[in-house]
């Protein structure tokens, strides 16, 4: 879950932390009042496509970090596949983008790319504008939100290893 969301020098954002609460989160507000800042922040360190113009004017950088706790067991999966461990059920992942339009990207404190970002933040975190249900059409998303509540990740797991040894075995047959 996002806990922490801490922006930098980005856009008309000097500086700024978000704290989340447990379940659901909106944003609400006036018309330039910063929920698309906030948004793009969330965006960027979850290794959205970034440039140069959403460095704040004057600033060398713009510095994004988000904090997620009581992570699942498919991102802990994940971060152990890319190399990454969140063992105390912590996740940091932060973001750099300088004014010149280098970018470079944290997990825990460890150098990554921003498709590790994107590939980490696509578990972690659904962003939903006004008419945008397309995720819960997903038959992929309906599984995975089927198999979180039953807490199935072990069973799902075990499915899996077997089917690759199945799998295995049939090629060895033909």
């Known amino acids: 879950m ?8 980005l856009a008309v954002i000097e500086k700024a932390a978000v704290e989340f609460g447990s379940g659901f989160n909106v944003f609400t507000g006036e018309t330039g009042a ?18 140069k113009d959403i460095v704040r004017s004057g600033a060398p950088k713009a510095v994004i970090s988000a904090l997620f706790d009581d992570i699942s067991d498919r991102v802990k999966s994940r971060l152990t596949e890319l190399g990454f461990s969140a063992e105390d059920g912590e996740l940091v992942l932060m973001r750099e983008i300088t ?3 280098k ?12 498709a590790m970002l994107r590939e980490v933040g696509e578990l972690l975190v659904d962003i939903h504008g006004q008419h945008e249900n397309r995720i819960l059409m997903d038959t992929d998303n309906q599984r995975q939100i089927l198999d979180s509540y039953g ?6 797991e075990e499915y899996r290893a077997e089917f690759r040894r199945f799998s ?3 090629r060895r047959l033909k």
């Open 103 to 114: 970018s470079s990207a944290r997990i825990n404190g460890r150098a990554a790319t921003a």
């Open 168 to 170: 295995k075995l049939s």
């Open 2 to 9: 996002l806990r922490e969301l801490s922006i930098e020098n």
């Open 34 to 51: 910063g929920k698309s800042v906030i948004i793009g922040g969330i965006n960027a360190v979850l290794g959205g496509r970034t440039t």
């Open 99 to 101: 004014a010149e339009g």
């Open 151 to 156: 807490e199935l990740s072990g069973a799902l």
